[in-house]
């Protein structure tokens, strides 16, 4: 009888075991399964269909599921499991590693530049903006999502200081402005469905392309449209691949998302990756720098260099602003034989 028992309780026990180790295999496999279809499209170089855009913003943060599925895969004795979470896990953290090549520029300095870029959503953050360009007098200054009050706003109490200035004048999210202490010349902009001025300025004599980038983001049912747009952006920076260029704005897009790589493979650079700061997020402004995605940027030709790249925090606005120190060199002729 005392035998009976035993085998019994074992036998039990043993199916425990085994329905736990089932338990942590399944629980394994739906996380590891959920990243590598991110992870896939990132392979692929595709942006994939809702809700991959969106998951593909916060491709660091896809380490803790990888972590808690390899855990669960350990626990469980799973090792197809374990070699699958180790894999997923090489690719995250290749694919962390900054896109895109750094070179300096070759040419002699001839002007330093202090860009800012701010996302102030719906114009709300307008009055926190001004004391930030006062204090760090950047000289030029690219504001998304500026309605008309915003605007209003920015004329009266930093207007003396910008007397250059290109505005999509529009209500709400479709305003955007472009503030300068140079000299600039109007130019027709990137069409989008909401405001992206451009211009041409006259830095100490030398012409730079301004171009302030503001697509739709990449919401369930308008990722084409986010799609076309990056795209039109893309357009603008291969055009003229001979003029300094600054595109500089709220992207909704970040390294992972391959239609910002492929803006980046016109030869842009980021400014803040020069800089040493090409992970730092900027949105959402009220989980940063904990949790977040670096979707505003400041994208420049390999005529600039960048010493600076600062994510500063303004009130009313869900994303930091953005001040990047960049130096303008000139582009060396090349060398004619005799």
């Known amino acids: 009888m005392a035998a009976t028992q035993y085998e019994t309780d074992r036998t039990s ?3 425990l075991r085994g329905g736990r180790a089932r338990a942590r295999a399944w629980c394994a496999g739906l996380l590891f399964a959920g990243v590598s279809v991110v992870v896939g499209c990132r392979l692929a170089d595709s942006d994939g269909v809702t809700p991959v855009p969106q998951l593909l913003a916060f491709l660091p943060w896809l380490l803790v599921p990888t972590g808690l599925g390899l855990a669960f895969a350990l626990l469980g004795r799973w090792w197809f499991g374990t070699v699958w979470g180790v894999v997923v896990l090489g690719l995250l953290a ?34 926190a903006l001004v004391p930030v360009i006062r204090r ?35 209500a709400g999210s479709k305003g955007s402005i472009i503030l300068s202490r140079y000299a600039l010349k109007g130019t027709d902009g990137v069409r989008g469905q909401m405001g992206m001025p451009g211009a ?30 990056l795209g039109r952006l893309r357009a603008f920076a291969a055009a003229d691949r001979t003029t300094p260029t600054v595109l500089a704005g709220d992207f909704n897009a970040s390294q992972d998302h391959a239609g910002f790589r492929r803006i980046l493979d016109t030869g842009l650079r980021d400014a803040a990756r020069l800089a040493g700061s090409d992970r730092t997020p900027s949105w959402p402004a009220r989980t940063t720098p904990t949790l977040g995605a670096q979707i505003d940027h400041v994208l420049v030709s390999d005529e600039f260099s960048a010493a600076h790249a600062r994510f500063l925090r303004l009130a009313d606005t869900d994303h930091r602003a953005l001040l990047v120190d960049l130096t303008l060199h000139v582009r060396q002729a090349a060398a004619t034989r005799p």
Not at 202 to 229: N, S, T
């Open 13 to 15: 026990g043993e199916g």
């Open 94 to 127: 290749w694919f962390i590693e900054p896109y895109g090549r750094v070179a300096e520029p070759s040419g002699a300095p001839v002007a330093h530049v202090r860009v800012l870029t701010s996302n102030v959503e719906f114009g709300r953050a307008a009055p």
């Open 136 to 170: 760090e007098r950047p000289d030029i200054v690219f504001v998304e999502e500026c309605d008309y009050a915003c605007q209003d706003l920015l004329r009266q109490d930093v207007g003396g200081d910008y007397p250059y200035r290109r505005a999509v004048a529009a």
């Open 200 to 229: 041409l300025a006259d830095v100490r004599g030398h012409p730079v392309r301004l171009q302030l980038a503001h697509p739709k983001p990449p919401l369930p049912g308008q990722v084409a449209l986010w799609h076309r747009e």
